[in-house]
């Protein structure tokens, strides 16, 4: 695998947002809402794979386990906004299309099961063994957009139409599913011996 400081490089070289990674959001993001409007897997999978919510998730797992909080604190901010983004275009679709809360793409996702869990847990591994191997694929991004977007879109939307309960239960499973993949991601990283070098750095860790 990589070393330590190729894998921060490597993550904090990521960590920035530009108009493409804008544009990618609110495309996935559309292309995700249709999909769960339509209860279409497939239209709902293409939204996956276009969808840049890797990289921001991985920064976050990095900086924690090396303790690096300048990272950590930029890493949060731009991950709030590749969350905001979604849930506050989809919060915008659904006032506009108020949907159901009993179309099935939607009710899966708005509550909280241990497969869900499951998934983003391998997700987040899945992705930290990628990263240490310097080999991160868009299958791997895909896998940690299943965790993300949908939930989020889902979110929006029943906040937008007004369905307070069901919204709440999306809520739960977006925050669940983004504890579960950082923590996943750090645990795989320290199995993987990627720690701090010194003292207060191990400190800051933990």
Do not use: C, H
């Not at 809402?33 to 279409?40: F, I």
């Not at 890493?75 to 299309?97: A, K, Q, V």
């Not at 499973?173 to 990627?194: C, D, F, W």
Request: aromatic content about 4%.
């Amino acid at each position: 695998r990589i070393n330590r400081e190729e894998i921060y490089t490597n993550v904090a070289a990521s960590v920035n947002f530009s108009w493409t990674q804008i544009s990618l959001l609110l495309l996935s993001s559309t292309i995700a809402a249709v999909g769960l409007v339509r209860n279409s897997e497939v239209v709902i999978i293409g939204a996956m794979v276009i969808a840049p919510l890797l990289k921001p998730n991985m920064a976050l797992a990095v900086a924690t386990t090396l303790g690096d909080l300048t990272l950590i604190v930029r890493t949060i901010r731009i991950g709030l906004i590749g969350i905001l983004l979604p849930i506050g275009f989809s919060i915008l679709i659904g006032l506009l299309y108020p949907i159901s809360p009993d179309i099935p793409e939607i009710a899966i996702r708005t509550k909280l099961t241990l497969a869900d869990i499951v998934v983003a847990l391998a997700s987040g591994a899945a992705a930290a063994i990628s990263l240490t191997a310097g080999e991160i694929s868009s299958i791997v991004g895909v896998m940690v957009s299943v965790a993300l977007l949908p939930p989020l879109v889902t979110w929006g939307m029943l906040m937008g139409s007004g369905e307070w309960e069901p919204a709440f239960g999306a809520m739960l499973l977006v925050t669940a599913n983004i504890a579960s993949l950082n923590l996943a991601a750090i645990a795989t990283l320290l199995l993987q011996n990627v720690r701090p070098t010194s003292w207060w750095e191990n400190i800051k860790a933990k």
